[in-house]
């Protein structure tokens, strides 16, 4: 089953361990215990209120304080604004974020900080320098990204005035902008508990508001329009934890889909809509899967539950029909972005299909049943990445935090054992590097890798695997997870667990690893990921 990158508990904490360590360590070194927490959010107020008015109308652009901050400011919005979005591109999101970066000053610190990291982090992975583990953060970070960083905190924990409206927007933006930094150093498991904290506080906005904002042409005003822009990419960014987290639950992960059709008249207004709509089915497919191997990790899994298969299993096939009379009902001339999210929506659709479709007594040898399934994938995932490059440019890394076609690339890799489906999954994963949250390309690649290396190496020294059927129920995969150990007084690791169907026990595997000279190299690291 797919993915998931172990990591320590997550908790949030408590109001005063931040007021402590802010005024402890002011802002001149990095503290990844430094969290937003959404219990305190109501008590923060911001000084900046008479800047803002109800409807957003009168603006005071902030000055910057240096060339520095005037360039990651520039970049922030030249580049790193069209990255962070990059699946789902949204000009009113994008408008928004360079709004607050300009006129609110822990908006604008915390864009600074990643801006910083993000510029510093294309520039070491550019075509002609090595690729470097991106879980390596002292590689990444610096005194003046950290500075900045924990500047944001300072002016949120140090407030003078503001209403509850205002007071959530930047609250949630600076969430959301935290997330991102702590992604791209490699700092997964800060990332993850600053995205706790936002998830927190989005479920209190009503869900009738954001169906409002994001669906109606009656929208909110003002902060409450900004507060339903930044809550939507929140809890977008909670669906997608479980591709990588696997005791992840999602906030509002056991809504039935079927009631959100009620609302819409059984039918899709928008590419969007029906994205989140299927972003929810997804979640649920992993949070099924990911609960079940939770219980039995090591053996063979019990079937889901016959009723909660068929409902969810009915679920994608109601979206599949709404989905398609959308785009019958949309014949317009051809978009790139449009064309770009249509694939990447089949993509995710087919393989949720197949997880849990293929969840039967034949256990990892079902797989091979749904031959033509993964290669519709493998397409349609080629297709993606080929936008991605026109998009990027194709030498260009790229970091966002929204989950798009690495993950399904290693599932197919992982589960799909046809020896040219997986070399096709080999060659998009190496054409460039791409970040995904906690996922990378490059190492997702060797991750692929590293399974064929097992699960072929039945054959013995010198013999290669030609079809599927050459590979027994007993040296497949069943179960892998990884955990990410970043340097201390030794090297930077990958720590890797695996389990082989019906058979007892686990296999533990500790790999160091090394710098990479070229993008097209194979990989000197090992093996990751998660929960197969």
């Not at 908790?11 to 430094?34: F, G, L, Q, V």
């Not at 591709?243 to 509002?252: E, G, H, K, Q, R």
């Not at 190496?457 to 497949?476: D, K, N, S």
């Amino acid at each position: 089953m797919p993915l998931a990158c172990k990591t320590e508990k997550i908790e949030i904490k408590p109001a005063h361990n931040h007021k402590e360590s802010a005024d402890r360590d002011r802002y001149d070194s990095y503290h990844p215990c430094t969290t937003i927490s959404a219990y305190e959010s109501k008590r923060w107020h911001s000084k900046y209120h008479h800047l803002i008015s109800q409807n957003l109308g009168s603006l005071m652009i902030l000055p910057v304080t240096g060339s520095t901050q005037a360039e990651a400011m520039c970049f922030f919005e030249d580049i790193s604004i069209k990255h962070l979005n990059e699946y789902r591109p949204c000009e009113s999101w994008r408008k928004t974020l360079m709004l607050f970066s300009q006129t609110v000053p822990s908006v604008r610190h915390a864009a600074t900080a990643l801006a910083m990291i993000h510029r510093k982090y294309l520039n070491r992975h550019s075509n002609d320098m090595v690729y470097e583990p991106y879980f390596l953060k002292d590689q990444l970070l610096d005194k003046t990204s950290l500075l900045h960083y924990n500047r944001a905190i300072q002016l949120l924990l140090n407030p003078e005035s503001g209403d509850g409206a205002e007071i959530t927007a930047i609250t949630l933006l600076v969430s959301y902008l935290f997330t991102c930094f702590d992604h791209l150093v490699g700092d997964d498991v800060q990332a993850v508990k600053h995205l706790r904290g936002g998830v927190e506080l989005s479920r209190s906005i009503d869900n009738s508001t954001m169906y409002s904002y994001t669906y109606h042409d009656a929208q909110p005003s003002g902060f409450h329009a900004i507060i339903g822009q930044v809550t939507k990419q929140i809890r977008r960014l909670d669906m997608q934890a479980g591709m990588f987290l696997v005791d992840w639950t999602p906030a509002n992960i056991q809504e039935p889909f079927t009631s959100h059709l009620t609302l819409f008249h059984s039918t899709f207004w928008s590419l969007d809509q029906a994205a989140d709509h299927l972003q929810i089915l997804v979640s649920q497919v992993m949070w099924l899967r990911n609960t079940e191997q939770q219980s039995a990790p090591t053996t063979t899994m019990p079937p889901l539950p016959s009723s909660l298969k068929d409902m969810v299993l009915g679920q994608l096939e109601t979206w599949s029909s709404l989905f398609e009379k959308l785009l019958r009902g949309n014949r317009s001339e051809s978009v790139f972005e449009t064309d770009r999210l249509i694939s990447l929506l089949r993509l995710q659709h087919t393989i949720a299909w197949i997880l849990l479709s293929s969840h039967g007594p034949g256990g990892e040898m079902d797989y091979d049943n749904f031959l033509p399934q993964f290669q519709q994938c493998v397409a349609l995932a080629s297709e993606v990445a080929a936008a991605h490059q026109r998009y990027a440019g194709s030498s260009r890394s790229t970091f966002t935090p929204e989950i798009g076609i690495i993950p399904i690339l290693y599932i197919i890799g992982a589960k799909c054992r046809h020896p040219i489906v997986r070399h096709e999954v080999l060659g998009i994963l190496r054409r460039q590097l791409i970040r995904e949250a906690s996922w990378d390309s490059i190492t997702t690649a060797r991750v692929v890798e590293q399974i064929i290396e097992i699960e072929e190496g039945v054959g013995g020294e010198g013999q290669t695997v030609q079809c599927m059927e050459q590979i027994p129920i007993w040296q497949r995969i069943e179960a892998l997870s990884f955990t990410h150990v970043p340097r201390g007084q030794s090297a930077a690791r990958l720590d890797i667990e695996y389990a082989f169907c019906g058979r007892e026990g686990t296999h533990i595997e500790s790999l160091a690893i090394e710098r990479i000279e070229s993008l097209t190299y194979h990989v000197k690291y090992s093996m990751t990921d998660s929960r197969l």
